[in-house]
């Protein structure tokens, strides 16, 4: 059974930093890893998908790394900025199936 | 891009009735919708997978009498909560993927579901 766990639980900043969210997972049989943004009582935003042969993806101020063996995958922000403010997910497929399982986040706090 | 509009945002209800909440996906053919329930400061949980034209598939532990999936049309899955009761107030949150799995998962914007 997939588990996805994220590192740290909460983090707060100070504006301009550039910041590091960990997230590691128990199967390395994934179709892909997805990052999130969830805004308070909000959806979830797909910030960047990864697919199982690739080793990161970038957008922006966002570059997400994928290392299948090790179980492991990073979310790098520069540059921060207080609207980055949010729980960022982590989520990744579980077994051969299409579904996802979701770690319980980061609460990233980026004061001005 | 591909859109997945969730209605209502939020709702009221009573103890003891149902409510509905619509998925749709925009601009894409979905035949297969994701169900997630989200309680406070707690990650997202499957609660079943929708399927376009037959049953939906429920996890370990949803009742799939009280959790009504229907998913009529390549761009609709509805989710009814029957005889709701405070203890299923949360936040119900719908996905959905369009073909190919170069593309990922789109989420709804979520209804926050209160029964008093």
């Known amino acids: 059974k997939q588990e996805v766990t994220q590192i740290p639980a909460a983090l707060s900043v100070p504006e301009g930093e550039n910041l590091v969210l960990n997230c590691s997972f128990t199967?390395?049989?994934?179709?892909?890893l997805q990052w999130f943004r969830q805004d308070p009582g909000k959806g979830l935003t797909s910030l960047l998908l990864i697919q199982s042969s690739q080793r990161e993806q970038t957008s922006g101020r966002l570059n997400a790394s994928l290392d299948k063996s090790s179980g492991r995958s990073t979310l790098y922000i520069a540059a921060s900025q207080p609207g980055d403010s949010a729980t960022y997910l982590c989520?990744?497929?579980?077994?051969?199936?299409?579904?996802?399982?979701f770690g319980k986040g980061t609460k990233l706090t980026v004061n001005p | 891009g591909a859109v997945v509009s969730q209605h209502p945002s939020w709702v009221i209800c009573k103890s003891g009735t149902s409510v509905k909440i619509e998925c749709r996906s925009l601009d894409f053919q979905a035949t297969t919708m994701f169900w997630y329930r989200q309680f406070p400061k707690q990650s997202l949980m499957l609660m079943a997978t929708s399927n376009e034209g037959s049953k939906a598939t429920y996890e370990q532990g949803v009742e799939k009498d009280k959790f009504l999936i229907n998913h009529a049309s390549l761009t609709l899955s509805t989710l009814t909560v029957t005889s709701a009761h405070p203890e299923d107030s949360s936040f119900y949150i719908c996905s959905a993927r369009a073909a190919g799995r170069a593309y990922g998962y789109t989420f709804g914007s979520g209804t926050r579901l209160t029964v008093v």
């Open positions: 989520a990744t497929t579980q077994g051969g199936s299409e579904k996802l399982v």
């Open positions: 199967d390395s049989a994934i179709y892909n």
